[in-house]
Nanobody
Framework: QVQLVESGGGLVQTGGSLRLACAASDRTFSKWSMGWFRQAPGKEREVVGRINWNGADTLYTDSVRGRFTISRDNAKNTVYLQMNSLKPEDTAIYYC??????????????????WGQGTQVTVSS
């Protein structure tokens, strides 16, 4: 089973930027749609954004659209989440997950799995 490892989290001030990375252990990574999710303390996990299998299409939740960008480098088995104009409400543990083979950016949320261990993002006010 493919394993995912997130990195790049940290502490940043409001308005700052971070770039998260999610590295996959399996070369079949390139055929899967991918998603970024987050879970804040006391809240349920929510989707941040999704990317289709070849990187041509993305979909974002309303609260991050225009500030966050998902991209992928299939040659490196890695998907990225560029986060700009960060706000305190973006504070959460961020996870990546695998969707469906040759999946679109609209891959249903319930289809995602093989979760990584997460990386903490803290935005100070």
């Amino acid at each position: 089973q493919v394993q995912l490892v997130e990195s790049g989290g940290g502490l940043v001030q409001t308005g700052g930027s971070l770039r998260l990375a999610c590295a996959a252990s399996d070369r079949t990574f390139s055929k899967w749609s991918m998603g970024w999710f987050r879970q804040a303390p006391g809240k349920e996990r929510e989707v941040v954004g999704r990317i289709n299998w070849n990187g041509a299409d993305t979909l974002y939740t309303d609260s991050v659209r225009g500030r966050f960008t998902i991209s992928r480098d299939n040659a490196k088995n890695t998907v990225y989440l560029q986060m700009n104009s960060l706000k305190p409400e973006d504070t959460a543990i961020y996870y990546c997950a695998i969707g469906r083979p040759y999946g679109s950016a609209s891959t249903p949320i319930h289809s995602f799995g093989a979760w990584g261990q997460g990386t903490q993002v803290t935005v100070s006010s």
